[in-house]
Antibody
Framework: EVQLVESGGGLVKPGGSLRLSCVAS????????LTWVRQAPGKGLEWVSS????????FYSDSVKGRFTISRDSAKNSLDLQMTSLRAEDTAVYYC??????????WGQGTVVTVAS | DIVLTQSPLSLPVTPGEPASISCKSS???????????LAWYLQRAGQSPHLLIY???SRASGVPDRFSGSGSGTDFTLKIDRVEAEDVGIYYC??????????FGQGTKLEI
């Protein structure tokens, strides 16, 4: 069974940093791209970042470019999102998802990030 | 950047009746290989989204056949033949033409 389990969310002050993790199981980790999608309270879905199978290529939305860094560790079957210079508008549920055949076929349950003073 | 516009944003339905959601793209999602790179998701309250339709009209595994997707180019539709109570939630379209950079529609809230 494919599982994606996020962790690392919490309350952080504006300008602070946080590192999210997503542990994957039930599939061959190394052959799938992975992505982060977020959802602000009461709002829709917003793509944040993606990473290639080897980690060589990374992609970011304009809203997080230069502040967030995506990475993956094949030894741990994990996906990370290092978030710095956090703003109130980064408050959201952050989901990791597997990039299937031209879609996001499996999603985690999400981890909540709150940026407030 | 591709912009996806869904309508309506709110859709009250009666169980057993059909429902239809539109998704219009600012750019064509039709690839030269003949595939339309558009997916549909349902997010039930308190849950993560799950995949319903990909390539505009292909049902994902386990999705009931009362769900169908159609359209090509810039205009797409998700139809539910006979709405059931478990279909309540927010439906999103998503472009996958620019994978791994994705864009979502605003979402359509289906309620009974």
């Amino acid at each position: 069974e494919v599982q994606l389990v996020e962790s690392g969310g919490g309350l952080v002050k504006p300008g602070g940093s946080l590192r999210l993790s997503c542990v994957a199981s039930g599939f061959s980790f190394n052959i799938y791209m992975l992505t982060w999608v977020r959802q602000a309270p009461g709002k829709g879905l917003e793509w944040v970042s993606s990473i290639s199978t080897t980690g060589t290529n990374t992609f970011y939305s304009d809203s997080v470019k230069g502040r967030f860094t995506i990475s993956r560790d094949s030894a741990k079957n994990s996906l990370d999102l290092q978030m710095t210079s956090l703003r109130a508008e980064d408050t959201a549920v952050y989901y990791c998802a597997r990039v299937g055949s031209w879609n996001l076929d499996y999603w985690g349950q999400g981890t909540v990030v709150t940026v407030a003073s | 950047d591709i912009v996806l516009t869904q309508s309506p944003l709110s859709l009250p339905v009666t169980p057993g009746e059909p429902a239809s959601i539109s998704c219009k793209s600012s750019q064509s999602l039709l690839h030269s290989n003949g595939n339309n790179y558009l997916a549909w998701y349902l997010q039930r309250a308190g849950q993560s989204p799950h995949l319903l339709i990909y390539f505009a009209s292909s049902r994902a595994s386990g999705v009931p056949d009362r769900f169908s997707g159609s359209g090509s180019g810039t205009d797409f539709t998700l139809k539910i033949d006979r709405v059931e109570a478990e279909d309540v939630g927010i439906y999103y379209c998503m472009q996958t033409l620019h994978t791994p950079m994705f864009t979502f529609g605003q979402g359509t809230k289906l309620e009974i």
